[in-house]
């Protein structure tokens, strides 16, 4: 059994991800629209919150725990693989490797306020990386309202950027208009990468138990 962990809808781009490797294994997705979002919280609260997340699903058997969610990735996935020992997690990070190996020269990463802080060593890329956290854009995208682009990406030239990094995994969901403003960029997700290190995982697992797939 693997399980997924997000704030809200972000993770589901990673469980859809997930679902077309037809691993053959159940899925189960923990939507913590109660604590929703966590990029504006403390971080003890945030790992406070994914414990009890990640004590839920192994409670119910789960062996694969996916931190769907950049934010809690950046904040819980250490001290959760050092406390859960029995347990193979997966984190979710910006995919900054992507556009730098296809030397773009102009990079921008949207985020949360928390992803943010773990983003410093991108100051030391061979690129112009600029890291502009988003306030309440996840939120938004949970509630599915409509959102004041302009005003979110006041004094943003957004035609000098060549790429784009969704460094949350909301931001997907509304990439379509994010292209429209972004007209020059390619963008850059996670989901698809997660989902690779899912399955690789699950194979390591499977053949250390003697099973194949």
């Known amino acids: 059994m693997i399980g997924f962990i997000d704030s809200g809808i972000g993770g589901l781009s990673v469980l859809k991800e997930v679902e077309k490797l037809n691993l053959g294994e159940s899925l189960i997705y923990l939507k ?24 839920d699903l192994i ?4 062996k694969i725990i996916v931190i769907a969610c950049n934010t ?23 995919n900054i490797n992507s556009p730098i190996r296809d030397e773009k020269q102009n990079i921008l990463v ?11 060593h991108l100051k030391n890329a061979p690129n112009n990386v600029l890291v502009y956290p988003l306030k309440n ?11 004041n682009y302009k005003k979110m990406f006041m004094g943003i030239d957004p035609l000098i950027y060549d790429a784009v990094v969704l ?5 997907i969901f509304r990439l379509n208009e994010l ?10 997700a996670s989901h698809t990468g997660v989902a690779k290190r899912v399955k690789d995982l699950y194979n390591i697992k499977n053949f250390e138990n003697g099973e194949s797939n």
């Open 59 to 62: 409670g119910i058997g789960c």
């Open 137 to 147: 854009f996840a939120k938004a995208i949970d509630n599915g309202k409509t959102i």
């Open 32 to 55: 913590d629209s109660k604590n929703s979002p966590y990029g504006n919280k403390s971080y003890k609260k945030i790992y406070r919150i994914i414990e009890s997340d990640v004590k």
């Open 72 to 94: 809690a990735t950046a904040v819980c996935i250490t001290k959760l693989r050092s406390k859960f020992k029995d347990v193979t997690f997966v984190g979710t990070e910006p």
């Open 167 to 171: 460094g949350c995994t909301h931001y």
């Open 110 to 120: 949207l985020c949360t306020s928390a992803t943010k802080k773990h983003c410093e």
């Open 179 to 188: 292209k429209v403003i972004f007209k020059n960029a390619t963008f850059y």
